[in-house]
């Protein structure tokens, strides 16, 4: 769970929250008490899985996600990804293993933050 202005932001495993469909991350706003979901749809490399987000920071203003999912909507995450508030961007090209010659999809465990440099996020992943 992450603040940012009047919104909170809830990430987890889930689809549904007060028969609202979600996929993983939605905000709330606690002014007017309406759920809502972020546009672009999570979506994990495998058919059928839920995504999972395991890390929500506030990061001057926008919103680092990390977790186990490899796109929203059409932009490629790997992961990791800002939302902005408005859209999702791409970081990099996101956390990905690879192990004999194949690529496997990350899942993101921990973030934290430069103390020096707030724009510097530091991750943790398996």
Not at 83 to 104: D, E, H, K, L
């Amino acid at each position: 769970m992450e603040r940012i202005g009047n919104k909170i932001y809830l990430g987890g495993e889930f689809s549904q929250i007060n028969s609202n469909n979600f996929e993983s991350i939605c905000s709330y706003d606690y002014l007017t008490g309406i759920y809502d979901s972020l546009p672009g749809k999570l979506f994990n490399q495998t058919p059928f899985t839920t995504p999972k987000i395991n890390v929500l920071k506030n990061v001057n203003n926008k919103l680092f996600v990390g977790g186990s999912f490899y796109r929203a909507g059409s932009t490629i995450l790997n992961s990791v990804a800002l939302w902005n508030g408005s859209n999702w961007q791409s970081m990099n090209n996101g956390v990905t293993f690879y192990y004999q010659n194949a690529t496997s999809q990350a899942e993101i465990k921990c973030a934290i933050n430069d103390t020096l440099n707030v724009d510097d996020i530091y991750v943790g992943a398996i």
